[in-house]
């Protein structure tokens, strides 16, 4: 086991939660702070519990409001929706000790915005791939395997020429979440952001339709191929060299890929979203369970931004964001109709 080290995860909810119970189930004194008083209450009353097909995890843990966190961290593990994170960082950078880091442990391309907070030198890229929701105050659900990747940042737009070489606190934190697994070091963390982005415009997808997710990329292959090339199309202007991870192969999704391997890749990837105990995405459970916001329109917003700047056309991917809002704000309701649309 690794030495014991001090970690705060702000966003307690279903990757911080699940992070959290792994680095205290590993022997890390670990304090989660998040904006919701009853999940914090419930943490507190009885330990937070990730619920497994092989059984139950809980661990006891410390979690507070922010108003009461901590006055001075170190390592911190960033796990807020990405429309949060300007927020957040606006409590933790004063907070931050000298040596103390942020590790992005969220969706979308959120460093930029952390480094210009506490520094590049104190951010860590971190790629996350975790299949769990949040099903109740005090409980996550595990929801299948997945895939981390971290590796030190390097800058907006910057293209890591490091390789697999890492800092010492890169290399600890993975080193620390053997309970978990065993996550990627890598230099270019990036490529697995950018190929996320991919994946999660095609689950985002399945969220205008009450069906399972694998039912949904097997039966609209056309649209969904069409989303992860235009996030491609954009990732290419950024020099991106994308990665694949779990059973997701961009490039088989590429223009010019030979029709009958993306065809196998696509089974191959409906075959393994069928074979995960969660079924529906993170965003049909905002939608339809939470009814909340999503963090969609933030974390593809960035990603339209670009294209509208390189000239790149994204018309479906536009229209899912905007498909997404109008279920956000009551004006559409779920129903293969939506897809028809978005593939129209």
Do not use: C
């Amino acid at each position: 086991m690794s030495t014991s080290r001090n970690y705060t995860v702000v966003g307690g909810g279903a990757i911080g939660g699940t992070l959290a119970v792994h680095l205290a189930a590993a022997g890390h004194e670990v304090r989660i702070v998040d904006a919701d008083a009853g999940h914090v209450q419930a943490i507190n009353a009885r330990g937070l519990t990730i619920e497994t097909p092989q059984g139950n995890l809980n661990q006891k843990i410390a979690a507070s409001i922010p108003d009461e966190g901590p006055a001075v961290l170190g390592a911190v593990l960033l796990a807020v929706k990405s429309q949060a994170t300007e927020a957040a960082m606006g409590w933790i950078a004063p907070r931050l000790a000298a040596d103390g880091y942020v590790a992005s442990m969220q969706n979308g391309l959120n460093e930029p915005a952390i480094a210009a907070r506490i520094g590049a030198e104190r951010t860590v890229e971190a790629f996350v791939d975790l299949f769990a929701d949040v099903t109740g105050p005090g409980v996550v659900k595990d929801g299948g395997a997945g895939t981390i990747a971290l590796g030190d940042y390097g800058g907006a737009g910057a293209a890591s020429a490091r390789g697999d070489e890492a800092s010492e606190r890169v290399r600890a934190l993975a080193e620390d979440l053997w309970h978990w697994g065993e996550p990627i070091v890598t230099g270019n963390v990036r490529g697995f952001l950018w190929a996320k982005l991919a994946f999660g415009a095609m689950l985002t997808a399945t969220a205008l339709q009450d069906e399972d997710m694998s039912v949904l990329v097997d039966r609209h292959r056309d649209v969904m191929t069409r989303l992860a090339r235009e996030v491609f199309a954009v990732a290419v202007t950024e020099g991106v060299q994308l990665e694949p991870f779990d059973a997701f192969e961009p490039e088989l999704y590429a223009e010019g890929a030979d029709p009958a391997a993306h065809e196998a890749s696509v089974s191959r990837l409906v075959e393994w979203l069928d074979g995960q105990a969660k079924k529906r995405s993170g965003i049909w459970r905002d939608l339809a369970v939470r009814r909340r916001p999503t963090e969609i329109p933030h974390q593809y917003g960035t990603v339209l931004d670009l294209a509208a700047e390189r000239g790149i056309q994204t018309p479906v991917l536009a229209r899912l964001v905007r498909l997404i809002q109008s279920l956000e704000r009551g004006e559409a309701q779920m129903g293969p109709h939506l897809l028809d649309e978005l593939a129209a």
